[in-house]
C-alpha cells in the first residue's frame, strides 16, 4: 500500500541549494502608490514562499531601463521579470492590447473569468509565442474614470484636434473620432498637461490622479473609463529563464502573481471613494460623458476592433474569443449582478 501511494506522488523538479537574483523593472514611476508597492509585495512574497532562494530587486521605470522599454528588457534578458500593462507592447504585437482592456469591453471580475475560464490565458500564451517572454495577469485598477480635459465634452465633435494621452485601444479611438493619441509615460503626464503638449490625459483613477496632482493642472474631469472598464496588469518573464527555474520556484512566482489580482484591485477600491469625494469637494468639475458622446465612441469602438482583427490574424483569433465570452458573461450578469445594483440604486434614492 506504501509503495503504491509513494509511486503515485509526482516528482518535483525542486533544488534547495540553488539561490537566485533577478530583477524586475516596470512601466511606474518608482513611488507610485499601490501599483509599484504592488511589485515590492510580489518579491517579497516571492523571496519569502522561497526561503530566500529567489530575491527580487525591483526597479521602477527609468531607473535601470526607461518606462516603455520593459518589454525588450525581459525579452533580452537584461531582467527576469517585468510588470506592467500589455497595451503598451501593441506596436510588437497588436494581439497583446486585447489583454489589457477593450474599450466597452468586460470588467476586472469578467476579465478574470475569460482568462482563467475562458481560454484567455492560452490566447495570451500564444500572442508571446515568438517572443521570449511569457505573460500573466499581476494586478487590476477595475473601471477607470475617463480622464483629464482642458477643454469640455458635450459632443463628439469636440474630440477633434485633441491631443489626449491614452494607449491601446482606447487611443485608436480617440484618433477614430478626430483626435490624436499619445502614449507618454505615467512620469511624463503631469508636465505635459502643465506645459500644453497634450490637451487631455486618462490614468487610472480618483486614488492615483489626486496623488499625481492632475487637479492643479486640468479642469475637467470625466467618467465613465469606458476606454478601460477593467484593465488588467501584466508579469512579463523572461521565458529561457523561466524554463530554467525548478518546479516549486515557478508555482512561487505563479500565487505571487495571482496574489496581486486581488490585492491591487482590492486597493484601488478601497481609496477611490474618497479621494473622488475630496477631489469634488477641492473644486474639480467631475462629470458625466453626455449619452450622445458614449454612443459616439461606441461606435467608433467597435469600428477599431474591427478593423485591428481585420489586419492581424492573431487580433482576429483574440477578437472572437473575447467578443463570444463576453456575451456569455453578461447573460450572467444581466440576471444576477445587474439586476442587484438597480435595486441598491433605487433604494438609495
Given at each position: 500500500q506504501e509503495e503504491s501511494q509513494d509511486s503515485a506522488v509526482k516528482e518535483v523538479n525542486v533544488n534547495k541549494n540553488q539561490t537566485l537574483q533577478w530583477k524586475v523593472v516596470t512601466t511606474w514611476p518608482p513611488t507610485l502608490p499601490i501599483l509599484m508597492d504592488g511589485v515590492r509585495l510580489l518579491a517579497e512574497q516571492v523571496t519569502t514562499?522561497?526561503?530566500?532562494?529567489?530575491?527580487?530587486?525591483?526597479?521602477?521605470?527609468?531607473?535601470?531601463?526607461?518606462?516603455?522599454?520593459?518589454?525588450?528588457?525581459?525579452?533580452?534578458?537584461?531582467?527576469?521579470?517585468?510588470?506592467?500593462?500589455?497595451?503598451?507592447?501593441?506596436?510588437?504585437?497588436?494581439?497583446?492590447?486585447?489583454?489589457?482592456?477593450?474599450?466597452?469591453?468586460?470588467?476586472?471580475?469578467?476579465?478574470?473569468?475569460?482568462?482563467?475560464?475562458?481560454?484567455?490565458?492560452?490566447?495570451?500564451?500564444?500572442?508571446?509565442?515568438?517572443?521570449?517572454?511569457i505573460g500573466l495577469p499581476a494586478g487590476n485598477t477595475g473601471v477607470q474614470m475617463g480622464g483629464w480635459f482642458n477643454r469640455e465634452i458635450n459632443t463628439l465633435d469636440d474630440f477633434q484636434g485633441l491631443k489626449m494621452r491614452i494607449p491601446g485601444l482606447g487611443g485608436q479611438t480617440i484618433a477614430k473620432v478626430g483626435g490624436s493619441a499619445e502614449l507618454i509615460a505615467a512620469g511624463e503626464i503631469y508636465t505635459s498637461l502643465e506645459r500644453g503638449v497634450i490637451d487631455a490625459s486618462e490614468w487610472v483613477g480618483p486614488y492615483h490622479d489626486q496623488s499625481m496632482g492632475f487637479n492643479k493642472v486640468a479642469q475637467y474631469y470625466y467618467y465613465p473609463g469606458w476606454h478601460e472598464p477593467g484593465s488588467v496588469l501584466e508579469r512579463l518573464v523572461n521565458r529561457q529563464a523561466w524554463e530554467a527555474l525548478p518546479d516549486d520556484l515557478r508555482m512561487i512566482i505563479q500565487v505571487a502573481a495571482h496574489a496581486q489580482?486581488?490585492?491591487?484591485?482590492?486597493?484601488?477600491?478601497?481609496?477611490?471613494?474618497?479621494?473622488?469625494?475630496?477631489?469634488?469637494?477641492?473644486?474639480?468639475?467631475?462629470?458625466?460623458?453626455?449619452?450622445?458622446?458614449?454612443?459616439?465612441?461606441?461606435?467608433?469602438?467597435?469600428?477599431?476592433?474591427?478593423?485591428?482583427?481585420?489586419?492581424?490574424?492573431?487580433?482576429?483569433?483574440?477578437?472572437?474569443?473575447?467578443?463570444?465570452?463576453?456575451?456569455?458573461?453578461?447573460?450572467?450578469g444581466n440576471a444576477s449582478e445587474k439586476p442587484y445594483y438597480n435595486l441598491i440604486q433605487t433604494e438609495s434614492t
Open positions: 514562499m522561497s526561503q530566500g532562494r529567489l530575491e527580487i530587486e525591483v526597479f521602477g521605470g527609468g531607473e535601470l531601463v526607461p518606462p516603455l522599454e520593459s518589454f525588450d528588457a525581459v525579452d533580452a534578458g537584461t531582467a527576469g521579470l517585468g510588470h506592467g500593462a500589455a497595451y503598451y507592447w501593441a506596436g510588437k504585437a497588436p494581439a497583446a492590447q486585447f489583454f489589457t482592456a477593450v474599450p466597452f469591453g468586460m470588467n476586472a471580475q469578467q476579465m478574470y473569468a475569460w482568462l482563467f475560464g475562458g481560454g484567455g490565458q492560452e490566447l495570451w500564451d500564444e500572442t508571446y509565442k515568438d517572443f521570449n517572454l489580482n486581488n490585492w491591487m484591485l482590492s486597493q484601488f477600491d478601497a481609496q477611490n471613494g474618497n479621494s473622488l469625494q475630496e477631489l469634488a469637494a477641492g473644486g474639480t468639475d467631475v462629470r458625466q460623458f453626455p449619452d450622445e458622446v458614449m454612443s459616439g465612441l461606441k461606435g467608433a469602438a467597435d469600428e477599431v476592433l474591427q478593423e485591428v482583427a481585420d489586419t492581424d490574424p492573431m487580433s482576429a483569433k483574440v477578437y472572437e474569443s473575447f467578443r463570444k465570452f463576453q456575451v456569455e458573461v453578461a447573460s450572467w
